[in-house]
Structure formats: C-alpha cells, structure tokens
C-alpha cells in the first residue's frame, strides 16, 4: 500500500541507523516521491512538538516529595500486623487467579517499586508497600476485570 | 540490555544511591534534586496534566525512598529511576481506562483520556486567525495523547528527555529493533494527527 522503506525513515531522521543502511536508504529516498514527502512529514510533526509547553516544575516539589517520602515510609506496628494479613490474603487471591493482573517487568527491583502486582513474592517481602498500595483499593476493581474478557490492555505489546 | 553496565558503578548519581542506602539520608535529598525535573516532565509530556504530574512525581520517589534496603545497583540510576516513572505512567493510562471502563463501559478508549479531559475542544471557531502558541500547544498534546501507551513513552523519552534508542530500550527492558519499531509507529500516530494542521500551516 505504501512504501516498504517508510518504517525505516523515522530511524533515519534520528541517525539510529547503521552508516551502510543510512546510505542505503538515503539513495532509495532520492529515487522515491512517496519517501521524500513522508520524510518532510515526519520532521515537520516531530518539529511541531516544540510547541508543547515548557515543563515549569512547582515550586517547592522538591520539598513535598521528601517530606512525603519520609513520612509515608513510617509504618506503625499495627498498619504493619495488618499489611501481613492484607499481604497473605492478596497472595492467595492471586495465586488462584493467573492471569490476572498486569504484564509482568523483568526487573523485579522495578517490578516492586512499580507497584505491579504480579510479584506476589515481592508483596509477601515487601509488606509496607500495602500501606497505601493499588492493590487492596485494586482488588474490586479486579474482580471486576473478570467480566470484562476481551478488553485489550495494551494491544501494541504483542505487535513488537 | 545490558541492566548491570559497568558505567553504573562511576554514575555519580548510581554513588548517591548507594550512600542512601548506607543510611545517609541527605544523599536520597540530592537524589530528589537532580532528578525532580526529568522525573516531573517525564510525566508531565506523557499524562499531559500537571496535577497528576504531580502525584506521580511523589510517588516515583516514594517508590526509590523505599528501596532503600533492597536496592541493587543492577543500572545506572536515571535509567532506573525512568523505568519507575515510565511503569507509573503506563499504570496511570491502564488504571484511567480501567475507572472508565468501569464506570462508563466505553470499550473504545484509545489511552487519550487522561489529556482529553483537560482540553476543550475550541478549534472550529478560529481558523483564519494565525494560532496562538497556547492553541497550537493543544494541538499538539491532543495528538501526544492519541499515540499508544508505549509508544508515547518511547516518544517522550526520545524527543524530551533525549534519549537514545539504545537508552530507551535499557529503560523499557527490550532490545533496540522493538525501541526502533515502537518510535516509528508513534512518530507515525504523530504525523497523521499533525497532518491536517501542518498542510492548513498551523503549525
Ligand atoms: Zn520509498
């Protein structure tokens, strides 16, 4: 339908491409319309993002981020008798529900601290993180997604 | 990728994890300082609101606060710290759709919600008049918004945060090829969004 060289132009854009394929490529785009036109697309758009605003961040994040750090990894004794419980009945849950819950991230440090929740081990180990974690607020949400089989998550994953 | 470079153990900033780690808690200060911008703007470019920029920043340090002792220096900490704002990000879109699945049983969604919410749709009524920059700005997010979950973080990490492919497939855990298919199906989003605007030479 279209050129079979347009999913390597925008690599070439970034200079991503290997010298011998660069060149490659930029011949066949001097012997191609449909090639060139797309190009000048491509970059106008990708140029086009500098209009998106300059990132300002708040005043005083920087404050508010550690002072929030600090004091929401303070765990009282009891919020931490409680997480156990919450901990060993959300790990039971799930391990009778594969499946559920979202892709898997290999790293399992970042897989934790992402808060994905298919690291039940992680949840068992880590039991502070139930103190205000998605996943007990997520557990009727996710009895919810039982019935709603078919919804695509994130179509784009199985494509690459 | 290659998750345990070598160049982690001379990143000063890798060091200062380190140190935070071994109980100096002025170090994890730095930490917040030397990142807050990237962190926020990350965000900020992906969510396209800063109120949830916002939360999310807090909560991307609340998550490195945490690691305190289980922290393993396996990566540079940028690329880490990227990984846990771009996982928050895709949570974020995943956990919208999920509310709004919930609550409006719109099966259509695209992931554009959390930035379609916040922009008015006010383009008809001004084409002749050359656009302001906040119009054009809008423009331009509503089209960020429309390209796919990890597509628009290979995105943002590319155009804003200037990473390279090789950098964004360490961050997003796969290999370049993917990283290199995954920017040339958003700059192609990108470029349909934009087309109209570009050829009418509003941008
Ligand atoms: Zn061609």
């Known amino acids: 339908m279209y050129c079979e060289e347009r999913d390597n132009l925008a690599a070439f854009l970034d200079g991503e491409l290997e010298p011998g394929e660069a060149e490659r490529l930029r011949r066949h785009i001097e012997g191609c319309a449909e090639c060139r036109e797309y190009l000048a697309l491509l970059k106008r758009s990708y140029d086009a993002l500098e209009y998106v605003e300059p990132v300002e961040v708040p005043e005083g994040l920087g404050t508010r981020v550690l002072a929030g750090a600090r004091k929401r990894s303070r765990v009282p004794m009891f919020a931490a008798a409680a997480g156990l419980v919450a901990a060993a009945l959300v790990f039971t849950w799930l391990s009778t529900k594969p499946g559920v819950g979202p892709a898997p991230v290999e790293d399992p440090q970042v897989a934790w601290a992402a808060g994905l929740t298919g690291e039940e081990q992680g949840v068992v180990e880590n039991m502070d993180i139930l103190e205000d974690y998605d996943i007990l607020s997520d557990l009727d949400l996710l009895a919810q997604y039982d019935t709603l089989a078919g919804f695509e998550e994130f179509p784009e994953i199985e494509a690459i | ?203």
């Open chain 2, 1 to 203: 990728m290659n998750g345990g470079s070598p160049s982690s153990a001379a990143d000063p900033d890798t060091q200062l994890m380190r140190e935070f780690t071994a109980g100096n808690e002025e170090a994890f200060d730095r930490i917040v300082k030397n990142f807050e911008h990237r962190v926020y703007g990350t965000i900020y470019r992906y969510v396209g609101s800063r109120a949830a920029a916002e939360d999310c920043a807090q909560e991307v340090f609340l998550r490195l606060y945490r690691m305190k002792k289980t922290y393993k220096p396996t990566a540079r900490l940028s690329t880490l710290i990227y990984r846990i704002t771009t996982n928050l990000c895709l949570n974020f879109i995943r956990d919208e759709r999920r509310r709004r699945m919930v609550s409006l049983d719109d099966r259509k969604n695209d992931g554009s919600i959390a930035i379609g919410a916040l922009i008015r749709d006010e383009r008809a009524e001004d084409v002749s008049a050359a656009l302001e920059a906040r119009e054009r700005a809008e423009i331009v997010r509503r089209a960020l918004g429309r390209i796919l979950p990890r597509q628009r973080v290979a995105l943002v990490l590319h155009r804003f945060e200037g990473l390279s492919y090789a950098g964004i497939a360490d961050v997003m855990e796969t290999n370049v090829a993917a990283v290199k298919s995954l920017l040339s199906r958003a700059r192609a989003s990108l470029a349909e969004a934009l087309r109209a605007d570009i050829e009418a030479g509003n941008l």
